[in-house]
């Protein structure tokens, strides 16, 4: 994200996106904020003690800098509807049916409507015919459960944080 002192890409950009219940979740309820530095430092290795950096300094853009996305309106599900329609027709060269767009929703977000629009277009292209029953589920909640398992390392492996020693 460009804040790790040091460390600098030019011409890269990230954009990253989470749920807006993850601060809360992960950072406060489980502790993370508090315990992951110490955590990574414990291993006493370079290379997990500059994770350990990286790791609260994304903490704390989490905290202190997330921007929330605001609701899509008749608007804006119109003009992306229609844009992401032609997008999908010159891609696969078909003409897309009309889809009735569902009412926008304050807690309905942009990529459920675009994910439902693009699944049932490619359902209907790939499927010609079929008769199709779509179901969605309008509101996912993640779990921010640890599986424990992976964390488990076994005593010879030497791949480290970030994958294979190779």
């Known amino acids: 994200m460009g804040r790790v002192e040091g460390e600098n890409y030019p011409g890269l950009t990230a954009v990253a996106a989470i749920t807006d219940d993850f601060g809360l979740a992960v950072l406060q309820e489980k502790s993370d904020r508090d315990r992951i530095g110490t955590r990574l430092r414990a291993k006493e290795t370079d290379e997990y003690v500059s994770l350990a950096g990286r790791a609260e300094t994304g903490m704390r853009i989490i905290e202190r800098e997330t921007l929330t996305l605001k609701a899509p309106d008749e608007s804006d599900l119109s003009e992306t509807y229609l844009r992401l329609k032609e997008i999908h027709r010159k891609a696969y060269s078909w ?72």
């Open 95 to 166: 003409d897309p049916p009309e889809i009735p767009t569902a009412d926008a929703s304050m807690t309905r977000r942009m990529r459920s409507y675009v994910r439902r629009w693009v699944n049932e277009w490619d359902l209907r292209r790939l499927y010609p015919g079929a008769e199709l029953a779509p179901e969605e589920e309008l509101e996912m909640r993640p779990t921010y459960e640890q599986d424990e398992s992976l964390e488990e390392q076994s005593e010879n492996d030497d791949s480290g944080p970030y994958g294979t020693a190779n």
